[in-house]
């Protein structure tokens, strides 16, 4: 499974979220999804898991975020 970078920026842009704020409402640290925007990390368990909550969450297509 890849985490698509682009969308979930798209998502912190709409939302008006900082990235430590993405990062609180996936339940990760900054640095950790700094590393995985940065393309020097990939995602794991975790962060798919936040991805997958914060979209039932929000009602959003995981698909969007998750492939």
């Not at 709409?14 to 990760?28: H, M, R, Y």
Request: glycine share 10%; aromatic share 10%.
């Amino acid at each position: 499974m890849n985490v698509n970078i682009e969308e979930l920026l798209l998502l912190a842009d709409t939302e008006q979220w900082s990235i430590p704020k993405l990062a609180d409402n996936l339940g990760v640290e900054y640095s950790y999804l700094h590393r995985v925007i940065k393309g020097k990390k990939n995602g794991g368990g975790k962060l798919f898991k936040g991805i997958y909550q914060l979209c039932i969450n929000k009602n959003l297509d995981v698909g969007r975020f998750l492939f």
